[in-house]
T-cell receptor, first 112, second 114 residues
Framework: QKEVEQNSGPLSVPEGAIASLNCTYS??????FFWYRQYSGKSPELIMS????GDKEDGRFTAQLNKASQYVSLLIRDSQPSDSATYLC????????????FGAGTRLFVKA | EADIYQTPRYLVIGTGKKITLECSQT?????MYWYQQDPGMELHLIHY???????EKGDLSSESTVSRIRTEHFPLTLESARPSHTSQYLC?????????????FGPGTRLTVL
């Protein structure tokens, strides 16, 4: 089992819809969770971080964390074609000295 | 805005050559990382450092080596480049100040070994 798992997609949504991206992790001791966006040919960039159970909103983005279920998600409201990218879930795991483990990423396409 | 730099941005080189990919950051971050990523594929951690004179191998078996003599500098060296080393190499750094541990990525080096 991978430490951080994401559906590889691609996930295709129409412009204006809500895109829902999901991620599960295996280390119950993890406390820090991140979502990065990576455009094709570019480096990942941080869009959200979350540390506590519940929702965290930042503009059109909402991160949701459920530590009991070991599940973190990202919702993108009013999706735009410019949101088309690969979204990487990252978790800081306590094994091996608090490393950041990235999921394989979910490719999102927003159709105009 | 993160200040992390990688040089060269693109490199085409012949098999057997020794190469060093440079990474530097001006933020005073203690942790630095090297990732390898093929187009459309996932990130693979190949080396990391938690501070000066601290280096560790990552999850992907790699024929590269790293050094961390100065906080701001974390070069990656391939002693003998092979076509299988063709990939994108991404450097990243983090700080635990403020408890965020956010990774900031450099622009990457795209390496092609002929």
């Amino acid at each position: 089992q991978k430490e951080v798992e994401q559906n590889s997609g691609p996930l295709s949504v129409p412009e204006g819809a809500i895109a829902s991206l999901n991620c599960t992790y295996s280390d119950r001791g993890s406390q820090s969770f991140f979502w990065y966006r990576q455009y094709s040919g570019k480096s990942p960039e941080l869009i959200m971080s979350i540390y506590s159970n519940g929702d965290k909103e930042d503009g059109r983005f909402t991160a949701q964390l459920n530590k009991a279920s070991q599940y973190v998600s990202l919702l993108i409201r009013d999706s735009q074609p410019s949101d088309s990218a690969t979204y990487l879930c990252a978790v800081i795991v306590s094994t091996g000295g608090f490393k950041t483990i990235f999921g394989a990423g979910t490719r999102l396409f927003v159709k105009a | 805005e993160a200040d992390i730099y990688q040089t060269p941005r693109y490199l085409v080189i012949g098999t057997g050559k020794k190469i060093t990919l440079e990474c530097s950051q001006t933020m005073g971050h203690d942790k630095m990382y090297w990732y390898q990523q093929d187009p459309g594929m996932e990130l693979h951690l190949i080396h990391y450092s938690y501070g000066v004179n601290s280096t560790e191998k990552g999850d992907l078996s790699s024929e590269s080596t790293v050094s961390r003599i100065r906080t701001e500098h974390f070069p990656l060296t391939l002693e003998s480049a092979r076509p299988s080393h063709t990939s994108q190499y991404l450097c990243a750094s983090t700080t635990t100040r403020g408890g965020t541990d956010t990774q900031y990525f450099g622009p990457g080096t795209r390496l092609t070994v002929l």
